[in-house]
């Protein structure tokens, strides 16, 4: 059982930014992490991955404008977010996957942190 604390959600304008942080009870280095979100009645979606190799990968919606990484000295997941837009708003979750195939099937979860953007 890991733990994932989610936090830097914020209200702001269209076209701004905000940086996203996960603190994990893992060694983040071991592990595929990812950023998923969910607006109020759709459905969850992905937003971006990055697996133990560094290796990334983004929902089209947001590529080109969010960039994931992780920091593992401090077991920390990021997501910088640019250019914001009205539609980005949505409940952001951190997640981690502890299995060889890093498909996000059962992932640990975090709580979630507000992004709301204005037009």
């Known amino acids: 059982q890991v733990q994932l604390v989610e936090s830097g959600g914020d209200s702001v304008q269209a076209g701004g930014s905000l940086r996203l942080s996960c603190l994990a009870s893992?060694?983040?280095?071991?592990?595929?992490m990812g950023w998923f979100r969910q607006a109020p009645g759709k459905e969850r979606e992905g937003v971006a991955r990055?697996?133990?190799?560094?290796?990334?990968i983004y929902a089209d919606s947001v590529k080109g404008r969010f960039t994931i990484s992780k920091d593992n000295a401090k077991n920390t997941l990021y997501l910088e977010m640019n250019s914001l837009e009205p539609e980005d708003t949505a409940m952001y979750y951190c997640?981690?996957?502890?299995?060889?195939?890093?498909?996000?099937?059962?992932?640990?979860w975090g709580q979630g942190t507000q992004v709301t953007v204005s037009s």
């Open positions: 893992a060694n983040t280095y071991r592990f595929c």
């Open positions: 997640a981690l996957d502890a299995t060889f195939y890093c498909h996000f099937t059962s992932p640990s």
């Open positions: 990055i697996y133990s190799d560094g290796s990334t």
